[in-house]
Structures are given as structure tokens and as C-alpha cells.
């Protein structure tokens, strides 16, 4: 009888629901951050060097989004391999998104840049009336799920305006605009662990930040240096982030699978 009890005690509690998001840890900042710079300069990729142009390049790109968040709904907790499919298409097409309200419809940088702001604000607070949270601890079902990526387009697009309006409009170059984002992330660093910046708060202002990073420094490794850039290309650039994405996807998934069979063994 005893054996029993000590079984069920050990046993994994089926009725707590998984979260379908990863927690914060460095490789999640890291992957994040490869993956924002490659979305760029894919984005550039397939739009300019592949002649496909911005319009049939975003429709194309969308529809590979609309699989790709298909089968991550479907997996009804985080798994690496559909969660980070997800954000690198995410990435791609907030990026297109951007590019084709201001290379074909004329929008400026300053009025996307507000527009995306406002579209983040209201999808914050949509999402905090409705489910009274904002955590990404606690995005286990799908109406969650929903707010979550929602949002994360949003913050790639306003990513993208933001950093091509400081790059570009205000003339500050890649370079320049990589260390200025680079020194607000890291003052939001400091502020969360010094300072009690609110987690949430902190999580998704570092989100937004870190596109215009990634951004700025894709595109100071694939533009022609004419244009301020290495010269490396966007073929290079984007193959060499696919690549230390896949690397660290890889790793996620044996580190987490080993991590489960210990849990396993220990009950």
C-alpha cells in the first residue's frame, strides 16, 4: 500500500496545463537575436536577389507563416523546433510587412513606426482585459496563444520601423543604430536586476529592442559597403544565422529531451 502512495505521490501531475512558450534563459536572448537579423536579411533575400519582389515575396512568406503557427498551435506545449519555425517566418514577414507599407504604399517610417506602437499598445491591453495577464509563464491555451504571437508581429514590424528610421531617416548608419539599441537593452538589463524592473514590462520592451538590433547589424554584415555595410551579402548573412539557429534548436532539443528522461528516472 505504501508503494502505492509513494507511486502516486511521484506521479506527473496531468492536470497542471504546459506552457507553450519557452522561458527566458540566455539561448532564448540569443536564438532571438539570430533569429530577428536573419528575418531581415532573408526578407532582402527573397524579396531583391531573388527578383520575387515585396508583394508576391509577402504572400508567399505569409502562407509559409499561417503552416508554420498551424502546427505550433497544434503542439499544445513548447517544442523547439515549431516554436522557433514560428518566429524566424514571424521575423521574415513583420519585416515585409514594414517594407511594403513604406516601399510600396508610401508610408512613412515615422507614421509605421507610430501605427505599430499603437497596434502593440492595443493588442497589450486587448489581451490583459480579456485574460487579466500578460505573463509568458502562462500561455497554456489557445486564446493566449493567440495574443502572444499576435503581439511578436507586432514587435517585429515596429522593430523594423523603428530601426530603419533610425538608420535611415535619421542617418545614423548600421553600426551606430546597432550600438544605440545594444545600450538600451542593456539599460533595461541593469534596471530589471538592479533596479525591480516589472518582468513583464522589461521582457517586452527588450523583445521590441531587439529586432532593431538584430536588424541594423544583418544589415551591416549583407549591405554593399557603398551603403555603409561589409558587403557580405544577404546569402552569406542569412545562411551563417540559419546555421547557429539550427545549431542551438539542436542543442534546446537533446538538452530538454535528457532533461526529461532524468525527470523520468527520477520519479
Known sequence: MSRIASFA??????????????????????????????????????????????????????????????LQFGQKRYVPWSYWLAV????????????????????????????????????????????????????FTGKREAFYWLAILFTFALGTAAGDLVAEKFGLGYLSTGILFGMIITSLTFGYFVLGLDPVLGFWLAYIFTRPLGASFGDLLSQPTQYGGLGL???????????????????????RDGNDRRSELAR
Open 233 to 255: 551579402g544577404t546569402i552569406i548573412t542569412s545562411a551563417l544565422f540559419l546555421s547557429a539557429i539550427l545549431l542551438i534548436v539542436v542543442w534546446m532539443t537533446v538538452s
Open 9 to 70: 505521490a511521484n506521479a506527473p501531475d496531468t492536470s497542471m496545463p504546459l506552457n507553450r512558450v519557452p522561458d527566458v534563459t540566455f539561448d532564448f536572448w540569443l536564438i532571438k537575436l539570430m533569429a530577428v537579423t536573419m528575418g531581415e536579411t532573408a526578407a532582402d533575400y527573397l524579396a531583391v536577389n531573388l527578383g520575387f519582389g515585396l508583394t508576391a515575396t509577402s504572400l508567399i512568406m505569409t502562407a509559409v507563416l499561417i503552416g508554420a503557427l498551424v
Open 88 to 139: 524566424v517566418l514571424i521575423s521574415i514577414v513583420g519585416t515585409l510587412v514594414t517594407d511594403n507599407l513604406v516601399d510600396n504604399f508610401g508610408v512613412s517610417l515615422v507614421t509605421t513606426t507610430a501605427v505599430f506602437t499603437l497596434a502593440l499598445a492595443a493588442t497589450f491591453l486587448i489581451w490583459s482585459a480579456s485574460e487579466r495577464t500578460l505573463s509568458i509563464h502562462e500561455v
